[in-house]
């Protein structure tokens, strides 16, 4: 779902295959929005953005879109506005689906008014993988840390790497599904907010206590920066 797309975010120096670019074009091609639109403008805002290899589901953005609801104050259902979702969803890409909208207060912001964000990463549990040890790993995730050490330093752009999880678990899929006879299991990760690749930072680190080649107790030594004041050399866990 979403494998065409070079993530959620437009990025501009020729990068046009984005999930936000094909809602931009949508949005101006529907007149939903004027041909010249400026997004800041617009008041656009968006609940977060993924990278290429991330598929989002129920992701969240906020702007002032053409309504049918006239100037002059009356009374008004929103029954009778405008269907922006069939309208939205015969101009974009089949990959890409507006499942629903909602009018918004005023001072509304998708990143900033969201409560939480959840991500799964999903992987085959091979026969080497230990479910128990990475559960207590997990769990010593949970709480308000600073993950400079769980993430891709960006220093120009973040200026505090403290961040709230407010779960970690070890599951498996719902569905039952696997990869070459390995069951699928996957991280579920629950935070108010997230670094730049910290969900695939923070399960190559569980895969590393899974595989036993770290203790579960090496998350408390990575989210101590006291001790470990520089982030260690490894590997992401893969797209």
């Known amino acids: 779902l979403g494998w065409p797309f070079h993530g959620f975010a437009a990025q501009g120096g020729g990068v046009e295959e984005t999930v ?39 992701n969240v953005v906020a702007l002032r879109l053409r309504s049918a609801r006239p100037p002059a104050a ?37 990143r900033f008014s969201c409560a939480w964000r959840h991500y799964r990463y999903f992987f085959p549990l091979h026969a080497g993988l230990d479910v128990e040890r990475m559960r207590g790993a997990a769990a010593r995730m949970v709480g308000h840390h600073d993950f400079r050490n769980f993430c891709k330093m960006d220093v120009a752009q973040v200026h505090s790497f403290e961040r709230r999880m407010l779960s970690v678990e ?6 039952g599904g696997s990869v070459c006879g390995d069951p699928l299991y996957y991280f579920s ?22 595989e036993g080649k770290e203790e579960p107790s090496v998350v408390d030594e990575l989210l101590d920066v006291g001790r470990t004041p520089r982030k260690p050399t490894y590997q992401m866990a893969p797209e």
Not at 170 to 175: G, I, K, L, Q, S
Request: with cysteine; glycine share 8%; charged share 25%.
């Open 189 to 210: 990760i629950r935070g108010t907010a997230f670094l730049w690749h910290q969900v695939r930072c923070m399960a190559a680190v569980l895969l590393m206590v899974g």
């Open 74 to 110: 009356e009374p008004w259902d929103d029954a009778r506005e405008m269907d922006y979702v069939a309208v939205l969803n015969r101009a974009l890409p089949p990959e890409v689906r507006v499942l629903g909208w909602a009018p918004a207060p005023e001072g509304f912001s998708a």
């Open 170 to 175: 070890v599951a498996r899929d719902d569905a």
């Open 20 to 58: 936000e670019a094909a809602l931009f074009a949508a949005l101006r091609r529907t007149r939903l929005v004027p041909e010249s639109a400026n997004w800041s403008e617009m008041g656009y805002s968006r609940c977060g953005r993924t990278d290429k290899g991330v598929s989002a589901l129920g």
